[in-house]
């Protein structure tokens, strides 16, 4: 059985307008904002308007519309803050081994410094 989405998720509640964001860019089915806690100069966050919650879910029930236009907000948005050229990293973190804190879907943009490689815990 699938898994419930959490209507209550602070980016539902921005995608609702109940709480503001700092929109770095917005189209017919993503929002891209910065991230409130940034871990590097560049941190913005991708999401999709639909209730997903994480890759899988989106990967196996989202439009190709609604994939098309993620994926390519995604890439403008790298492009746009300026990181395409010097590098950066996408991460989505899924489900607890993942260690994902919000259950709606969203890609990570790091960038404008050099990262840490990959993953850190053990
Ligand atoms: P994750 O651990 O992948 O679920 O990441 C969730 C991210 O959402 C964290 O980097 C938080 O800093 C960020 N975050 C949580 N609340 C907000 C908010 N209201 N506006 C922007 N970013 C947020």
Redesign the pocket.
Known sequence: MPESYDDEN?FAR?LRGE?P?DTAAETEHSLA?????P?APTHV?VIPKGAYRDFTDFAENASEAEIVDFIRTAGRVAREAGVAEEGFRV?S?AGTNG????PHL?L?ILGGRRLGRMLPER
């Open positions: 602070v921005i709480i964001n904002f910065r991230d409130i806690r871990q966050l991460i973190n260690v994902q804190e919000v969203h990570h």
